[in-house]
């Protein structure tokens, strides 16, 4: 409903947009839907992607019997339902109250950096999402309730999310690795690790089975980058223009407080009446080459959602017993910003060589080849949402205890 209310020019017929990465793209090719006034934006560019045909995934039945110009309609709507009911899901299992789970869920779904997505029209990124909020859930589950049929479960799904989103989804199921360590040294006391010992063998078979591919692709084995877009040959050739190609789209930290109030440095580049005007996609060339910037997104969090998180991580000064669920992922926050930050956190941002926090990430193996720190910001709003659900939980016993 939010998302309907909020996007209706985008999701009813006949104006949903499309990028040119979405598996409709052909589709919408043939159909030359892109011709006809008031109908898709398309982005003949390629700055969003260089595309992919559409396969047999789990929205082939709305391929199949949903018309094509209803298909954001009922896509990203569907798949906004189904990630925060994950996450509420997942909140409630760890121990929250159902009401601070809700507030939690709403404020993923509300996230400037997660909701505005509908506006690119990227069918893959709303999939990974609601599928990672049920892996998250059905891993905590696993552990929790030494459930094999859940570690299964946990597997498939998140083979799923690097199908779905392979750069973003590759840096989630980092997250979800020392999110089960965790869990694995919280746990330890229930015991019955035969149980998980197998459930974790018979994930990771079913993870190969159906994403290895998909593991493969991110760490760069196959022809394309984690990206999904080329490098160009003179990226190729220059070391400080594959550093521009790959940082371009960084978050810069003097625009830190649109998290705080979005819309503060404009709405988006194709925003008549409040334009972006900050340094997101700025070239290192620019102004003697390149764009001066771009972006279609809003980052902003919102005061309420980021005021809550805060109230969560004053727990750590308090005689709270689950300080470890704060800490854990407090550092998701602080590190997805971080890293989120790319060039503009660094101490030579327009060299070859230098230092910051984006730069360790950089130099890893293939990392490279992965574009846009920015994508980071997408842990960081995970993180925020949940240490939100934490914090109102906290006004929620206050509120008891008085």
């Keep these: 409903m939010v998302t309907a209310a909020l996007f209706y020019r985008v999701l009813l017929p006949l104006s949903p947009v499309v990028a040119s990465d979405s598996p409709y793209h052909q589709i919408v090719r043939k159909a030359q839907i892109a011709a006809k006034p008031g109908g898709v934006m398309w982005s003949e560019d ?9 396969n047999y995934e789990l929205y082939s039945p709305i391929r199949r019997f949903v018309p094509f ?28 109250k159902s009401k601070s789970a809700f507030v939690g869920a709403l404020a993923l779904i509300l996230s400037g950096h997660f909701i505005t997505c509908v506006f690119s029209g990227h069918a893959g990124t709303f999939m990974m999402w609601a599928v ?20 299964v479960w946990a597997g498939l799904l998140s083979a799923l999310v690097l199908r779905y989103q392979f750069d973003i989804g590759f840096l989630l199921l980092i997250i979800l690795f020392f999110w089960f360590l965790v869990l694995l040294w919280k746990e330890k006391e229930k015991k019955q690790f035969g149980k998980l010992f197998i459930g974790t063998i018979l994930s990771l078979i079913v993870f190969c089975a159906f994403g290895a591919h998909a593991f493969f692709y991110v760490l760069g084995i196959s022809n394309d980058s984690a990206s999904n877009a080329a490098v160009t040959e003179s990226a190729k050739e220059s070391k400080l223009e594959k550093w521009d190609w790959a940082t371009q789209w960084s978050f810069p ?74 800490i854990f992922w407090l550092a998701v926050a602080i590190a997805g910003l971080l890293f989120s930050y790319g060039r503009y956190c660094d101490i030579s941002p327009g060299s070859e060589t230098g230092f910051g926090p984006y730069r360790l990430f950089y130099l890893l193996p293939k990392m490279s080849d992965m574009r846009n720190p920015i994508k980071f910001l997408y842990p960081f709003m995970l993180a925020a949402s949940v240490l939100c659900a934490l914090g109102f939980n906290t006004l929620c016993r206050e509120e008891k205890n008085a």
């Design 69 to 96: 110009k209803y298909y954001n309609t009922v896509l990203f709507p569907l798949c906004v339902f189904l990630a925060g009911l994950g996450l509420y899901a997942f909140l409630c299992v760890i121990g929250l």
């Design 253 to 326: 930290m003097s625009e830190t407080s649109s998290l705080l109030f979005p819309g503060i440095y404009g709405w988006g580049n194709q925003d008549a009446e409040a334009p972006y005007y900050g340094a997101i996609g700025r070239s290192l060339k620019w102004p003697q080459g390149g764009i001066e910037n771009f972006s279609i997104n809003t980052q902003g969090e919102g005061a309420a959602i980021l005021l809550l998180a805060l109230l969560a991580v004053s727990l750590l000064f308090s005689s709270y017993r689950e300080k470890w669920f704060v």
């Design 46 to 54: 390629g700055y969003l992607g260089n595309g992919h045909s559409a």
């Design 132 to 151: 990672f909020m049920w892996d998250l859930f059905a891993l905590t589950c696993a552990v929790k309730f030494r459930s094999i049929i859940a570690m």
